[in-house]
């Protein structure tokens, strides 16, 4: 398989997943309230009109424009890289998070959120997908830890 294939599979699947745990979570939960689960995690039905822990909200058109010139940029960086090892793992990952908060800030105008942590804002699988999308590029960039030669 393909690097752009990979790529390609694992935003997808990132995709696929964050759009069906939100419909899932908007159908069965009533919006604003919430599902405790344990030691003060819950599953809450919440909406976010900015980026990262709401900064920006209400940017409407400019955050979906930013996420498109973002989209773009890393596309870039894909086909320059393609060839560098494990490097479709990140890039399916940040396309994937990015398409899915996208999908739904286009759709409604802002993200559904529904993991919700003590002291800490909620957030849903496309963010997930995105923090680990950048630690994994990070990684492929920067090359596994490389122990010094006797």
Same mark, same amino acid.
């Given at each position: 398989?393909?690097? &752009?294939?990979? *790529?390609? !599979? =694992?935003?997808?699947?990132?995709?696929?997943?964050?759009?069906? #745990?939100?419909?899932? /979570?908007?159908?069965?939960?009533?919006?604003?309230?919430?599902?405790?689960?344990?030691?003060?995690?819950?599953?809450?039905?919440?909406?976010?009109?900015?980026?990262?822990?709401?900064?920006?909200?209400?940017?409407?058109?400019?955050?979906?424009?930013?996420?498109?010139? &973002?989209?773009? *940029?890393? !596309? =870039?960086?894909?086909?320059?890289?393609?060839?560098?090892?494990? #490097?479709?793992?990140? /890039?399916?990952?940040?396309?994937?998070?990015?398409?899915?908060?996208?999908?739904?800030?286009?759709?409604?105008?802002?993200?559904?959120?529904?993991?919700?942590?003590?002291?800490?804002?909620?957030?849903?699988?496309?963010?997930?997908?995105?923090?680990?999308?950048?630690?994994?590029?990070?990684?492929? !960039?920067?090359?596994?830890?490389?122990?010094?030669?006797?």
């Amino acid at each position: 398989m393909t690097p &752009a294939a990979k *790529a390609a !599979l =694992v935003a997808a699947t990132a995709v696929a997943t964050d759009q069906a #745990v939100k419909a899932l /979570v908007r159908s069965s939960i009533e919006r604003g309230d919430g599902v405790d689960l344990i030691l003060g995690i819950e599953i809450v039905n919440v909406r976010n009109r900015g980026i990262a822990f709401g900064m920006f909200s209400g940017g409407g058109i400019v955050l979906v424009l930013f996420a498109v010139v &973002a989209l773009t *940029a890393l !596309l =870039v960086f894909f086909i320059r890289h393609r060839n560098r090892p494990l #490097v479709w793992l990140p /890039v399916g990952l940040l396309i994937g998070g990015a398409t899915g908060n996208l999908i739904d800030r286009t759709r409604e105008g802002a993200v559904t959120d529904f993991i919700d942590f003590p002291y800490w804002p909620a957030f849903n699988v496309a963010d997930i997908c995105i923090t680990f999308g950048v630690i994994s590029l990070l990684y492929v !960039l920067e090359g596994p830890p490389r122990h010094a030669e006797p």
